[in-house]
């Protein structure tokens, strides 16, 4: 797998199949980029689970937290890392011993590890590195677009909109 450049499908592939996203790194201060990727992913209809032992036993936005993705006692679908690409490798290998495996292991921006990507992808799990879920998921569905930023996809369909805040889905083709 290159992982210098993923094709839209992929990154579709990999939204569309899972359900539950754990975020490694996940904080309940506002200003932090993984808590508006949490609620934004969490907005979009995931099940969404904090991972943080300061976090432990409490909630945010009124999902689950646990301490280690090993205390989750539930099927996880993707691993999202809010950690460095060094403190990542880590991360990859405790989800590598989830039962059943997530189906996804995604590295936020900027954190690349490529010898651990490799290890998830030897036991069939797809790796998405350096890139972001929420802006993926607004850029695929054309609600990044809402803010003037160049999506770089196009659609011949007009939009379904629904009733109260607007947000679309990545299932539009």
């Known amino acids: 797998m290159n992982h210098d450049s993923y094709s839209d499908d992929y990154i579709r592939a990999v939204l569309q199949s899972v359900k539950t996203i754990a975020v490694v790194g996940a904080s309940a201060n506002a200003a932090r980029p ?3 990727v949490f609620k934004y992913m969490l907005a979009r209809g995931y099940r969404m689970i904090a991972i943080n032992p300061g976090l432990a036993g409490k909630e ?3 999902a689950p937290c646990y301490a280690t993705l090993r205390d989750v006692p ?3 679908d993707m691993v999202d890392i809010f950690r460095n690409s060094e403190a990542a490798g880590a991360v990859v290998d405790e989800a590598l011993l ?3 495996l997530p189906k996804a292991i995604w590295m936020q921006l900027s954190v690349r590890n490529d010898d651990a990507a490799a290890r998830a ?6 790796v998405v590195m350096n890139r972001c879920p929420k ?4 850029r ?4 990044i677009g809402w803010t003037g930023v160049n999506s770089r996809v196009l659609f011949s369909k007009k939009p379904t909109l629904m009733p109260g805040f607007q947000k679309f889905t990545i299932d539009r083709r």
Not at 121 to 126: D, F, H, Q, S
Not at 135 to 138: D, R
Request: glycine letters at 16%.
């Open 34 to 36: 993984s808590y508006f």
């Open 60 to 62: 945010l936005l009124g």
């Open 74 to 76: 539930e099927p996880i």
């Open 98 to 100: 989830l039962d059943p």
């Open 121 to 126: 992808e030897a036991k069939g799990v797809k």
């Open 135 to 138: 802006i993926e998921y607004g």
């Open 140 to 143: 695929l569905s054309g609600e």
